[in-house]
């Protein structure tokens, strides 16, 4: 007899047809039922399944109990309730809540995709399980490559699953063993401790950095890190992380550490002739997005605050290092922090707010400057002789570029009012005004746009020290005036060169080449003024005398390729574009003094810039400058890259300069620094990745880094070896799914 035939209804409704059923109630199926004689249950034999809604039972044998819905099953059991995946040879189901119990059975959880097996396993609520006797993982396969087996235990889904008696197995081998573990179960942020960090470092020795996550609310959180060193001692650290609004984030970070040592002398060449004598060592550092009242008042705020001159490089590496923050803040805020090596920390905080025509911005801006320390020896470096500029506060307006009415007659300007101040040197406050009034001509054939414009400053000096003798010191308020002109001439001419092509073109195909010459004409005049008498703040105070003519031609090759399958569109892509630039100075070719020294250079070097992407997997950025009159090449700026998505990448760079000394560019040193990578991805979740960067100047090698990593269906593991001019260090990372995601 078909088994269509012998269907039944079961459960709550035994009397209405299969079509008339509600959606909540359970429908069952099988090869043959029976009914007891009393009608308190039915049996079912052979491919048994039980269905409601997207919850289905699937077993050899069943028996469901009409008055208390609970189904008795054996034999091939599989299930999914309530997004869980079950199988056991035996279990019993409460049909009405779902509750239950599994002999050596297992159950999957897709969402954190965990699975559970074991001897018992009851399932107490609707994300709620307890077991004996279990193995717990993430991994799939018979033989998980890491699982923790324990002899009792709790899963809450979102929660936490409480082991007792955990031992940590690789391969099903027991490694570890801990009388209780916590483990989080939860597709949300959750507390607890994360996967510590290990290396082994010249300067710092053997090194365990272990992190401790705390979630405060929804919209906080902070991780805690214990970072010991044994040849440093116990840093103690804090990030701190808070998302109050869409239209506001945070991150703050700060590290304290009771230095075991001090050294005599800066083990880094720029800071030779320096000692660090201090062992309370620190950084704080963090940034902050939001809005004032209105959303459309954005607040900034960027913090960098460091301990000593040395710190950012001798912890630059791990949970807690330099690289590790500045990657977070590119990838959080899109803004940077100062290199390692930079003395000038900035400390600064933002307003701003944009209107049609209109923005403001305010500023207040300290720098620290690390060369004005206790470790620096040199007695002109003292604290109370710092000339670190701040801006306390500094305030700017904008008129952006606007046409009145509508005439071709454009304006612009900008004003700033600056209050400076410093420990060592003169202070005060300058109000500076630059409006521009401008022509935009445009015809068919050219573009044609004069400026001209007047730039006013106002100084208020609250005290004058460490001046040069040519500054008038005898009054406090000072003007001056200027006047500034430009103009920029311009056009394009271009033609397209259709390509041969089927009738019908594959997706990519190259239909046609549009080259496009765009020559450029500019002139900018600034007349030439005495202004050494003026206080020196900042470049606003010194507005060099400029009278250049400047051109430039730009050849750009767009191409036109058939658009995907089954569209009409076009896909148009710049593959090349090359440029070349040079400007001629008229003051240069004027000047008649200290010629004997330096002979007139009116002619700028030549550049030649090329940037090119002429397949998906190669690309070149190269800019090159060339002098006319010591005839050779004065700098270098290349970038080459080939990328195979999916397998891997090779990189080169290269920073050049050529030592120089002219009128307009006075005593250039050589330079010659080269960076080269490369990335290659084995197959079957293997990879590895070389890093080299040299000084071909000084002959030092500044970086290698070798890594090679692992990444597996539910761990990764990755190493690196890493050298620098000053340590070298050896780094082991072991990232587990669930227990470690965060990091990945």
Not at 77 to 85: M, N, P, S, T
Not at 92 to 113: I, M, Q, S, Y
Request: hydrophobic content about 35%.
């Amino acid at each position: 007899m078909s088994r269509w035939l012998l269907s039944v209804l079961v459960c709550l409704l035994p009397c209405f047809a299969l079509a008339e059923a509600p959606p909540d109630t359970w429908r069952l199926t099988a090869d043959r039922t029976v009914a007891s004689h009393d009608s308190q249950y039915v049996e079912a034999f052979g491919n048994v399944f039980v269905k409601r809604g997207e919850d289905s039972i699937q077993a050899d044998y069943a028996r469901y109990y009409h008055a208390s819905r609970w189904v008795y099953l054996r034999g091939h059991i599989q299930a999914h309730l309530g997004g869980d995946y079950l199988q056991a040879e035996e279990a019993e189901f409460d049909l009405a809540t779902n509750r239950g119990w599994l002999k050596n059975g297992t159950v999957f959880l897709a969402d954190p995709h965990m699975y559970f097996s074991g001897a018992l396993l009851k399932r107490t609520g609707e994300e709620s399980y307890e077991f004996r006797e279990a193995t717990v993982t993430v991994c799939d396969g018979e033989r998980p490559a890491w699982s923790i087996k324990t002899s009792q235990g709790a899963i809450t889904l979102d929660g936490y699953a409480q082991l007792w008696n955990p031992r940590f197995q690789v391969l099903n081998q027991p490694l570890l063993y801990a009388p209780y573990a916590i483990i989080p179960v939860k597709t949300k942020r959750q507390s607890g401790f994360l996967l510590p960090e290990t290396s082994l470092s010249e300067r710092l020795g053997l090194v365990y950095n272990q992190p401790y996550y705390q979630v405060i609310d929804e919209e906080s959180d902070v991780t805690l890190y214990a970072n010991l060193m044994t040849e440093k001692g116990l840093m103690l650290g804090a990030e701190y992380r808070v998302t109050p609004d869409i239209y506001s984030k945070g991150l703050f970070r700060f590290d304290y550490l009771y230095d075991n040592q001090i050294e005599g002398a800066s083990p880094y060449t720029d800071n030779a002739g320096w000692e660090r004598v201090n062992r309370n060592r620190y950084w704080l550092r963090g940034k902050y997005d939001g809005h004032l009242g209105n959303p459309d008042f954005g607040v900034k705020l960027d913090l960098d605050w460091v301990s000593d001159q040395d710190y950012l490089r001798d912890f630059g590496h791990g949970y807690s290092g330099f690289r590790k923050s500045r990657k977070t803040f590119l990838a959080a805020f899109g803004r940077d922090i100062a290199d390692q090596d930079d003395k000038r920390r900035i400390n600064r905080l933002l307003l701003s707010h944009n209107w049609a025509h209109f923005g403001f911005f305010g500023l207040v801006e300290y720098v620290q400057n690390l060369a004005y320390t206790s470790n620096n020896d040199n007695p002109d470096f003292t604290k109370d002789r710092n000339p670190t500029l701040q801006r306390l506060p500094q305030l700017d307006a904008y008129l952006y570029q606007t046409n009145i009415e509508d005439t071709p007659i454009t304006v612009e300007g900008e004003a700033q009012v600056v209050s400076f101040w410093r420990e060592y040197g003169t202070t005060g406050t300058r109000m500076d005004i630059h409006p521009t009034v401008g022509l935009a001509l445009h015809e068919p054939a050219f573009s044609f746009i004069p400026k001209i414009g007047v730039r006013g400053t106002l100084y208020d000096i609250d005290r004058f020290e460490n001046e040069s003798a040519q500054v008038d010191t005898q009054s406090n308020t000072r003007f001056r005036g200027l006047w500034d002109f430009s103009s920029a001439l311009s056009t394009e001419l271009f033609r397209v060169f259709p390509l041969s092509a089927p009738p019908q073109a594959a997706p990519g195909n190259w239909l046609a080449v549009r080259h496009a010459i765009q020559p450029q004409l500019i002139y900018t005049y600034i007349p030439e003024r005495d202004q050494e008498s003026y206080p020196l703040f900042d470049a606003r105070d010194r507005v060099n005398a400029t009278n250049e003519l400047r051109y430039s031609i730009t050849n750009v090759f767009t191409r036109k390729a058939q658009g995907a399958a089954g569209s009409a569109a076009m896909d148009f892509a710049e593959f090349l574009r090359v440029k070349i630039e040079q400007g001629f100075e008229i003051n240069e070719a004027r000047r008649n003094h200290d010629l004997s020294r330096y002979p007139q250079r009116p002619w700028s070097d030549l550049l030649l810039e090329v940037s090119t992407a002429l397949t998906p997997w190669l690309s070149l950025t190269d800019r090159t400058w060339f002098s006319p009159y010591a005839t050779k090449i004065t700098e270098h700026e290349h970038n080459l890259v080939a990328s195979w998505p999916g397998h891997g990448y090779a990189l080169f760079g290269l920073d050049f300069l050529a030592p120089m000394d002219e009128y307009l560019r006075q005593n250039q040193e050589r330079q010659n620094i080269a960076q080269m990578g490369a990335g290659w991805n084995f197959g079957r979740g293997v990879s590895a990745a070389l890093t080299y960067r040299t000084d071909w100047e000084e002959g030092i090698d500044l970086e290698k880094t070798v890594a090679i990593r692992y990444d597996h269906q539910c761990f990764d593991l990755e190493t690196s070896w890493s050298r620098t001019d000053t340590d070298t260090r050896l780094e082991l990372r072991v990232y587990l799914d669930q227990l470690g995601a965060w990091e990945r």
